[in-house]
């Protein structure tokens, strides 16, 4: 059995999930068309809203999802991830629509674009600690927080290797996260 490591989009990992490239990946769900492969929720992961430094909510602690309506979105294509698109608008702006005024390809020129002020973004609060940006601002949520659930999904049936490895994935999730989270 070989380990490799690589990273990818949710949407990558389930074409080559599809393909047999790989025999197991790490995604975020929901996803969508891949009925025939298994998954396992490991864990959830907050979100965090990314302003502008100069925004009136940026000096807030907190911010509430109802403080932005109204606020321009700046954010990732929906192709990149449907299922976890539309779980995460909904669960910031409920049945509201945002404002998208711009998409971007990547997260990283999501933050330029927040910077440069053309409004505000979500992302996950780990990915934010990692991607710090002069000129942007992350602010928790307000409870109850949104969140995105973490999975390992495979082909089925899986191999033995993948199922052990699933089972592991498992495990760790079950394990106590430690007590503090990324400083923002």
Request: glycine residues 6%; without cysteine.
């Amino acid at each position: 059995m070989e380990v490799h490591a690589e990273s990818g989009s949710t949407a990558q990992n389930i074409e080559r999930l599809w393909s047999s490239e790989l025999d197991v990946a790490f995604v975020h769900t929901p996803f969508e068309n891949a009925d025939d492969l298994g998954r396992a929720e490991i864990a959830t992961e907050p979100l965090v809203v990314g302003l502008p430094s100069g925004h009136p909510l940026s000096r807030r602690r907190r911010v509430r999802a109802q403080q932005l309506t109204g606020v321009p979105l700046v954010y990732v294509p929906r192709r990149s991830s449907p299922g976890v698109y539309d779980s995460i608008l909904t669960q910031v702006y409920d049945s509201m629509t945002p404002d998208t005024v711009r998409t971007e390809p990547t997260m990283e020129r999501v933050l330029v674009a927040v910077a440069e002020g053309a409004g505000l973004t979500v992302l996950l609060e780990e990915r934010a600690a990692m991607l710090r940006r002069p000129g942007v601002t992350f602010r928790r949520f307000a409870d109850p927080e949104p969140t995105v659930a973490l999975a390992v999904a495979f082909r089925q049936p899986p191999p033995l290797a993948a199922r052990r490895f699933v089972e592991l994935a498992q495990e760790l999730g079950r394990q106590p996260r430690l007590a503090h989270r990324p400083r923002l």
